[in-house]
């Protein structure tokens, strides 16, 4: 594969996610997507992923809500943020920036993975963005990352590392299917497309490989353990939609949440690893639609 095609690859988006723009919000541009019209439900991926997480729960919700989702500058986006902060801080106050950007006014705000414990920041420094938040699969309290993949923070620290683990990826397609990489993140093999625009962004482009260093540097349990100490004050409704089968987030940790926010309630994910939107997109999409009213017409 030439750089040229995987640069096509890198770029590639699902058309279910919408009509792409790019948005100016603390730190730089970014991508966004929008599919739907109603309530503005915003949808939040992690690291090494991107906007094709939520392809499958997006073309299900669609007819019914505003679908807004991002691509971060978490590795496998395609807009490098040069010389931006992404701390977990600074990550989430892009996705406050895009709430704002797009007025949407209080949103269902959406997260899996890492993105899950940026959006536990942005409900508790900008709760009155949230209306609703919806947690999947994800990063929380002392798991920030899981311990499984804490050699990614480490290889973010060593020169070259990040880029000879990423063209491994590249020109060995079978390995992404190992558990270093997205083996035990769903029960079945992601399609092609999709992972290659999960590997490929960093792989062609300096600045994108470079804002992946810097996030996966910043990424620390400090972080969501002082996220968690504010959970009490965010009054707004809560879904811990968690993945019955998840490998790397323990159930615990779900139970935990659904007991420390105010009003909050656990709904589990049968059959679904920490990808639950690839997993069973179906019931993820009903699990949301059951929570976010829809707005009545008029």
Request: net charge positive; charged share 20%; with cysteine.
């Amino acid at each position: 594969m030439s750089d040229v095609q995987a640069a096509t690859r890198a770029g590639w988006r699902d058309a279910d996610l919408g009509t792409r723009r790019e948005i100016e919000v603390p730190g730089g541009r970014i991508a966004v997507f929008e599919a739907g019209q109603g309530e503005p439900v915003v949808f939040v991926h992690g690291v090494l992923v991107n906007a094709n997480l939520w392809r499958r729960v997006v073309a299900r919700l669609s007819d019914r809500y505003r679908c807004v989702t991002l691509d971060l500058p978490f590795g496998a986006h395609t807009v490098a943020l040069p010389g931006a902060d992404l701390t977990p801080p600074a990550l989430a106050a892009m996705v406050a920036g895009a709430i704002e950007a797009l007025d949407l006014g209080a949103v269902t705000l959406v997260g899996n993975d890492s993105g899950g414990a940026v959006c536990q920041i942005v409900a508790t420094t900008r709760p009155e963005l949230v209306g609703r938040l919806v947690l999947t699969s994800c990063d929380a309290y002392d798991t920030f990352p899981p311990r499984f993949f804490g050699y990614l923070n480490l290889a973010a620290r060593v020169p070259g590392a990040i880029g000879t683990l990423l063209s491994a990826l590249r020109f060995l397609p079978a390995m992404r299917r190992l558990p270093i990489a997205f083996g035990w993140l769903t029960r079945r093999p992601l399609p092609r497309p999709v992972t290659d625009s999960y590997v490929l962004p960093a792989c062609v482009n300096h600045g994108v490989r470079d804002d992946l260093r810097r996030v996966l540097r910043g990424l620390d349990p400090r972080h969501t353990l002082a996220a968690a100490k504010r959970f009490g004050a965010f009054t707004s409704p809560v879904l811990v939609a968690w993945s019955e089968r998840d490998r790397f987030f323990t159930a615990a940790h779900a139970e935990r949440l659904a007991t420390d926010f105010p009003d909050a309630r656990l709904e589990w994910i049968p059959g679904a690893r920490t990808f639950s939107p690839e997993d069973q997109p179906a019931r993820l999409a009903s699990a949301i639609a059951g929570f976010v009213p829809q707005r009545a017409a008029r």
